[in-house]
């Protein structure tokens, strides 16, 4: 079966640095990867969406890229604010529109 | 543009006891999902539907929990009987039009089973 891995561990970083958050999938290559946003007790929001033949997306301070060998995404978050403190998810979905999250990787900005 | 609704907000049943959550999706979007977010966990997927279709229910234990969406609109997803287990919060999310875009989530349900 398909798995979507993320860090389980809490990122703790420096207001101003970048955070960075791994996701890794198995098997075959997702036909995008997306990212959300998740604060304690609302849904989730959607972040940025990359497709299959895109090697990297960015929208204001965030960045996110895609590997296919190595079958992995990466999240970047430049100059973070305590603002940005919340779980970030990763999700695949396939051609076909088979949805699967992530567990969620939670990222903690200290002024 | 009105967001996902979703109610209740907060429901605590004992267990064996039915419930049943209703959720409201963007109007005009065609795909709707039901998600099961345990403490911790990222939302797993419990049925898609698009339209009034089911489209994936391979995660919904069938034998206690059903799903509906009457005319393609509003969905409600109901348990019986509840479980411990089942504590945990609901999540609806409606897509435009792809079935592979981004979602918009509603606010959720948070349920307690004692």
Known sequence: SQKIEQNSEALNIQEGKTATLTCNYTNYSPAYLQWYR??????????????????????ERLKVTFDTTLKQSLFHITASQPADSATYLCARTDSWGKFQFGAGTQVVVTP | EAGVAQSPRYKIIEKRQSVAFWCNPISGHATLYWYQQILGQGPKL?????????????????????????????????????????????????????????????????????
Request: glycine share 8%; net charge positive.
């Open chain 1, 38 to 59: 998740q604060d304690p007790g609302r849904g989730p929001v959607f972040l940025l969406l990359i497709r299959e033949n895109e090697k990297e997306k960015r929208k």
């Open chain 2, 46 to 114: 419990l049925i898609q539907f698009q339209n009034n279709g089911v489209v994936d229910d391979s995660q919904l234990p069938k034998d206690r929990f059903s799903a509906e969406r009457l005319k393609g609109v509003d969905s409600t997803l109901k348990i019986q009987p509840a479980k411990l287990e089942d504590s945990a919060v609901y999540l609806c999310a409606s897509t435009p039009g792809s079935r592979t875009g981004e979602q918009y989530f509603g606010p959720g349900t948070r349920l307690t089973v004692t």
